[in-house]
């Protein structure tokens, strides 16, 4: 992804978007699906844009939060490891069984689709998704 910085060359409005690539902007360009926020001119051109360069102190700052974050992620994963049970890629059934009453509640863990945490939110089924880290991973 590449974000752009656009100017309308009929109202001088400057504005910015996402463009998966420079070619796809220039495709879009072309069928005329590029337009101003202000006023839907199609006279859109690419503006001067500085590169995004980050110092070195910039990036040890940013190295270190990372390792805070990471650091409090693992010690949420080591509570629900420790306080819950893993019912991996059952957790859907697992979560409605307890919903309804078919089985006593208690505290799960495990994997779930994107559309299964809808369906069970459909249902009235609270759920919380966190990240979880591989202990591989840096």
Known sequence: ???YTLKCKKCDHIFESWFLNSKEFDRLKK????SCVECTSK???KSIMSPNISSFEKLEKKSS???NIRNEILKYQKFIKDNCIDVGNNFAYEAR???YSEKKSKAIY???TNEEIN???EEGIETMTIPWLKKTEN
């Open 97 to 99: 069984k307890i919903h």
């Open 65 to 67: 939060l990372d390792n």
């Open 31 to 34: 069928q005329k699906l590029v």
């Open 110 to 112: 495990g994997s779930v």
């Open 119 to 121: 369906e069970l939110e």
């Open 1 to 3: 992804m590449i974000k």
């Open 43 to 45: 006279k859109i051109e």
